[in-house]
């Protein structure tokens, strides 16, 4: 993997937004999840998520919404997580949630709900 500005902008801003589990995965890739570590740390993290406009916390509200209409609930636990270190409230991330679920139907909502209590719990954040 070639580091560059990119690069060691996404490298932080996952650690700022997920601690050390969110550099693990790409601190211990191996060649063949290489590419796609670097492909989320230099383009998702280093360069869309460090755009200038939106903050860090509306795009984490942003994904917590999308998360839920896709149904990914590993992702939706892990930016649960990043959204409370990006500054979301438990109040704000339930009214997301809330939202959320009346556009995209109740059973990806309501499986979302119960994920992003247990992110919640697990952030300290209940």
């Known amino acids: 993997m070639k580091k560059d500005d990119s690069f060691d902008r996404g490298r932080a801003m996952r650690f700022d ?6 550099v693990r995965s790409l601190d211990d890739a191996d060649d063949f999840q290489d590419p796609l570590q670097d492909l989320v740390t230099r383009l998702c993290f280093g360069d869309v998520w460090s755009r200038p406009g939106l903050d860090r916390r509306t795009r ?11 149904a990914r609930p590993d992702q939706l636990r ?3 997580k990043g959204a409370i270190a990006n500054g979301v409230t438990k109040d704000e991330i339930r009214e997301i949630l809330m939202h959320a679920t009346i556009y995209v139907g109740l059973p990806a909502g309501s499986d979302s709900w119960r994920h992003a209590r247990e992110a919640l719990k697990e952030a300290d954040a209940y």
Request: aromatic share 4%; glycine share 16%.
């Open 78 to 80: 892990n930016h649960i």
């Open 60 to 70: 984490s509200m942003l994904t917590i919404a999308i998360l839920v209409g896709q």
């Open 17 to 22: 937004m997920f601690g050390e589990p969110g």
